[in-house]
């Protein structure tokens, strides 16, 4: 079982911090190429990213899928890991841990370029930038990116610098709006199965699948307006991902425990947290100090975001569009980004499309 240290402290059992993770290897003959590392989102281990691997080499990628804590294979949270985040926890400690947890995901980049010789990022004669890597976070995992990029001053000297000539891009896959700290719309009030006190646990996981896995066919994408959104999930084209699993696929992408052990108190996060940390990320400059834009200035964010997805992840991007656009207008610092859509996709576009999603995302890493 291949396993990263991640920390050089214990957790509750006096082991260090581990995290399990996939490794596609090098495409053969290739001495330049570029590695793609897959973070998943909640209540699916990275093994959801699978239907991926076979089109990697063909296309010159690497492709590396981490599990996060609580997720097979990796070390659990601690007690104390939850208390940052359980009820009654501040703001300061929400952002402790997410910063935690993207402290542990830095090691793991430092640590996987040099045991795994990953090629630095370097430039051909046509400008075209090859080799090092790119973070391609789906869906919740969007939170513990975006605290890596809005907090790299406190990311320590040595480990930020030896990654640097690595990272080419951050890829925001998909996630959602409120992991970016954008409250709930005046026509939609995101109606999320795993907040809902009337369900069991059980009941909670069965609806959250099936509920984040749906085609939702929106009226009117190109009118930008949320409005012309749906909540329907009754598609005419395809069924929810989750209910086309056998019940061997959903046993070895899903992870209950993690649902009901640390991430039912992350979609809680607070949103000022979330919001801060976009901010900082993305827009926030500070002459006097050194914030998220002044470090890995040449690392851009892309927003790739899927057209039948919950409404929540489409006006995700449309915000932030509008958001990075104004700033451009107004001649203010940003950290260069791209937006775009993957056409006649859901929120698990790398399982029911994955040849076309690892073309898209190979294309704009």
């Not at 104390?80 to 926890?89: C, P, R």
């Not at 919740?140 to 690595?166: C, F, G, H, K, Q």
């Not at 699993?245 to 979609?267: K, Q, W």
């Amino acid at each position: 079982m291949p396993l990263a240290p991640v920390s050089a402290t214990s957790d509750d059992s006096g082991s260090g911090i581990q995290l399990y993770y996939e490794d596609s290897g090098a495409p053969p003959d290739c001495a330049v190429y570029t590695t793609l590392v897959f973070l998943h989102g909640t209540g699916f281990s990275g093994a959801i990213f699978h239907r991926l691997l076979p089109f990697a080499s063909t296309i010159g990628l690497r492709l590396v899928l981490v599990n996060r804590r609580d997720y097979p294979g990796t070390t659990p949270l601690s007690d104390n890991d939850i208390s940052l985040v359980a009820e009654g926890s501040s703001q300061e400690e929400n952002e402790e841990f997410l910063f935690e947890r993207a402290l542990e995901l830095t090691r793991f980049l430092a640590w996987f370029v040099r045991e795994g010789n990953v090629p630095p990022i370097s430039n051909s004669g046509t400008d075209e930038r090859k080799g090092g890597l790119s973070i391609v976070a789906w869906s919740s995992s969007n939170t513990v990116v975006m605290s890596l990029m809005a907090n790299l001053a406190r990311v320590p000297d040595d480990l930020r610098d030896a990654l640097e000539p690595y990272i080419r891009s951050y890829i925001h896959y998909d996630g959602p709006r409120w992991a970016l700290g954008y409250p709930d719309s005046e026509h939609f009030v995101l109606a999320h199965p795993l907040m809902d006190a009337s369900l069991s646990e059980d009941e909670k996981f069965a609806r959250f699948k099936h509920w984040v896995s749906a085609y939702y066919d929106h009226p009117d994408i190109a009118s930008r307006e949320l409005s012309c959104l749906t909540e329907d999930m009754t598609s005419t084209e395809r069924t929810s991902t989750s209910d086309r699993l056998t019940a061997e696929e959903d046993a070895a992408t899903s992870s209950y425990y993690a649902l009901v052990h640390g991430e039912r108190f992350v979609r809680a996060l607070s949103p000022s947290v979330l919001l801060r940390n976009r901010n900082r990320a993305l827009f926030e400059y500070d002459p006097e100090h050194i914030t998220g834009l002044d470090l890995w200035p040449k690392v851009p964010v892309k927003m790739l975001q899927c057209e039948k997805s919950l409404w929540d992840m489409i006006s995700a991007l449309w915000e932030t569009e509008d958001a990075y656009k104004t700033s451009l207008l107004e001649k203010r610092p940003v950290r260069q980004m791209e937006f775009h859509i993957l056409e006649g996709c859901n929120h698990f576009a790398h399982w029911d499309d994955p040849e076309k999603t690892i073309k898209c995302l190979a294309k704009i890493a």
